[in-house]
DNA sequence: CTGTATCCCTGTAGATACTG
DNA sequence: CAGTATCTACAGGGATACAG
């Protein structure tokens, strides 16, 4: 981005906007776990052991810019550690991604060709500051 | 779709299963048009100006698919009066609607460089069955 | 009036190899 | 341990023209 220009970003409404933060294929599980404790990237490549290297990269570098998620680097030196966490802002969005996730588990109840893993009980933890 | 296959549908939580449903670049809109009244195609797209003929009626028919909204024809040959109107199940989305709304718009309230044209007052008619 | 059929462009994500 | 650099693949979306 040559220049660092401010490009005004427009939105017909709120839920766009929201919808801008947390879509994406593996933000809402990143958020899930975030929602429990800060984390290491190991121990989310082991959460996610099918994500690649440059994705989670990638998802982690959005969450942080949109300020869901901060980034602290711990050591001078490789090998480094490296911690996310959940920000304030991350968590004012508990209760949007509790009542998603218990909309998406009432329609899987009545339809029988899909199935949900885990419930919404995994972002509950997401509101214990 | 060659011998209508059901391919069970995995999500790992709720939360991907809703976004599956309400992300798509024109649907928030759609909805919240939908929201005020059943639509004809023509009322859509002068509400949507500058959507293209295919996409309208590519995220109408996902929302069909997803029964969220409903499609009915009306005439025996063209022109025809074809009607979309919200479902319960659509209407159901209601909450989860208003709540990223209002999100998106505190949200905005914090960065200089965001605008939201439409307030969650747009998403409030489809509360009143 | 509505909807289909093409063709094309771009963004997002995956695989793999490499660096500090 | 964490992250970058390429290259590739695919789906979403857009423009246009055509059909019932």
Redesign the interface.
Known sequence: MLGGH??????????????G???GKWK??LL?HLGNRPQRTCDLRQALPTISQKVLTQQLRELEADAIITRRVYGERAPFKVVYELTD?GR??G???I???????Q??TQ?P????????A??THILEN
Not at 99 to 105: I, R, V
Request: glycine share 6%; charged share 20%.
């Open positions: 401010h490009v005004k970003k427009l939105y017909n409404n709120g839920v766009e906007a929201t919808l933060v947390i879509s809402p599980q899930c802002l004012s969005l209760q949007i991604l009542q998603m996730s218990l909309w998406g588990e329609r899987a339809l060709d899909m199935e949900i893993r885990n419930d919404h995994g972002f």
